[in-house]
């Protein structure tokens, strides 16, 4: 059973000799009829009852009763956007009814702004675009951000139109559970069909076009399908080329090869933010792949892998707490990584940042040796890397506070790339020129002019001779003789 009309113009504070009157004028064929009016028809058709034709039907209605009967109209049209009956539960009270008609304005508000999103949407540019399977979880959570703050024809998140399910669902919240918002319910219900969803797909569609590189496999995928201008249908397609098994399952080797080999050493090798970075994205690839890891192995882990001795006591600590008062991961992650910051300053601490800035590769302060490292500057056991780079590492955000110390390193080493190559211009010019002079030289000798011989024995100061130069020897030689 549902709540009968009279009823709701009653708690809309309209008088019972005027119910009859409003409901032929406005709905007589039921609630959902309000559906074909907007707030601002809603007003008009109020003020016109001032002005019945038979003056004894003419009445005026209180500005509350007015809002009421908006308020009411944007309810039915929120109940027909996700396909719902307009009509209210037998158990709904008064104050429930004035709270849910409130809501439908609010939500009116928000939806007229975040219609606004969806004006930008067609130029929004997510830096970077789709290019490769490398880029698709953070290019997907940024598209999913997008699409759910941006409202469509239909009047709700356009992220409906690339959810899984395609049919309508309505989540069952248990008994002491959450009911999910207003805006989730919608993109899981909100009906598939009619003229307002062919809008949404087709901004949708422009959007991702948009944000996918034209030179990437991620275009070759959707380019037959762009004709179609279905949004639903690129996004289809995306996801059986990056979320099928195989990329599944490279995700998940890439997790494993995380699980086994990730340690947190000190903030020189690598930063505790990029370690727990790691850690989640690894997690993340179990959970996606159905192989999520249990709370208790990630701590246990947590405990085995952080193998910085400054931290050894803090984690005796949590160690010790964790049987008073249990932890998950992520919180144990966030007290660790509260402590960090206090090692960093510590004074102990500062002076080997000293030795390495100022260090020599004596010092063994930084090192030409090895690979890149995969993050950071410094290579596992704490020495700068001075090394090959490759562009897109060099410009990282975790290499580039280095930049500096690296090039003064490789001029001191001749190693810097620019200058190695001038100086090496240099030295083969002046190789070049020596070589010159002394074929001159032996020219000039091999013409066998005596006043040139003499010329240049007389021009030579005999610096040398008081050490055992050339002259001094050709003197000893006459006098043996």
């Known amino acids: 059973m549902a709540i009968d009309n009279n009823t709701l113009l009653t708690w809309s504070r309209i008088a019972a000799n005027r119910q009859i009157t409003v409901t032929n004028e406005l709905f007589p064929g039921g609630l959902e009829e309000l559906n074909d009016y907007t707030a601002e028809e809603i007003k008009d058709a109020v003020k016109n009852f001032r002005s019945h034709p038979t003056a004894n039907q003419r009445f005026s209605l209180s500005a509350n009763s007015t809002k009421?009967?908006?308020?009411?109209?944007?309810?039915?049209?929120?109940?027909?956007?996700?396909?719902?009956?307009?009509?209210?539960?037998?158990?709904?009270?008064?104050?429930?009814?004035?709270?849910?008609?409130?809501?439908?304005?609010?939500?009116?508000?928000?939806?007229?702004?975040?219609?606004?999103?969806?004006?930008?949407?067609?130029?929004?540019?997510?830096?970077?675009?789709?290019?490769?399977?490398?880029?698709?979880d953070g290019w997907k959570d940024s598209v999913k951000t997008a699409l759910m703050l941006a409202y469509g024809s239909k009047g709700v998140p356009l992220l409906y139109v690339i959810r899984t399910i395609p049919a309508s669902t309505f989540p069952v919240v248990p008994v002491g559970g959450v009911a999910p918002s207003w805006e989730e319910l919608a993109i899981d219900a909100a009906p598939l069909t009619g003229l307002d969803y062919d809008a949404d797909r087709k901004t949708v569609h422009l959007f991702l076009l948009n944000n996918i590189s034209e030179d990437s496999d991620a275009h070759a995928y959707i380019h037959p399908l762009v004709s179609r201008n279905d949004g639903r249908l690129d996004w289809q397609a995306l996801c059986e080329r990056y979320e099928n098994a195989a990329t599944i399952q490279a995700r998940v080797n890439q997790a494993n090869k995380t699980w086994e080999m990730l340690v947190y050493k000190n903030e020189r090798a690598m930063s505790f933010e990029a370690f727990s970075k790691k850690l989640t994205k690894a997690l993340q690839y179990f959970d996606d792949a159905g192989r999520a890891k249990h709370d208790g192995d990630v701590i246990d882990w947590i405990w085995r892998h952080i193998q910085c001795g400054e931290l050894s006591q803090h984690l005796s600590a949590l160690k010790v707490g964790q049987s008073i008062y249990v932890r998950t991961s992520k919180q144990i992650l966030q007290e660790i990584a509260k402590e960090v910051p206090n090692l960093s300053k510590a004074s102990n601490f500062e002076p080997r940042i000293s030795e390495i800035q100022q260090g020599s590769s004596e010092s063994s302060g930084f090192t030409f040796d090895g690979s890149t490292p995969s993050s950071g500057a410094h290579t596992s056991d704490g020495k700068l890397y001075c090394g090959t780079y490759s562009p897109s590492r060099w410009f990282s955000d975790d290499v580039k506070p280095f930049h500096e110390q690296i090039r003064e390193h490789r001029d001191k080493q001749g190693r810097n790339s620019t200058k190695s190559k001038n100086a090496n211009r240099k030295l083969q010019e002046l190789r070049a020129t020596n070589a010159e002079l002394k074929r001159n030289l032996s020219a000039l000798k091999s013409g066998g002019r005596d006043d040139d011989t003499v010329a240049t024995e007389e021009s030579h100061d005999n610096a040398g001779d008081a050490f055992g130069g050339r002259e001094s020897m050709k003197k000893k030689s006459k006098d043996n003789k």
């Open 68 to 136: 009421k009967l908006v308020q009411l109209t944007l309810w039915v049209k929120d109940r027909i956007r996700l396909g719902q009956d307009v009509e209210f539960d037998d158990g709904t009270t008064q104050a429930e009814f004035v709270s849910m008609i409130d809501e439908s304005q609010q939500r009116e508000k928000i939806r007229q702004e975040r219609k606004k999103n969806t004006e930008g949407l067609a130029t929004m540019k997510i830096d970077p675009p789709l290019k490769a399977s490398s880029g698709w």
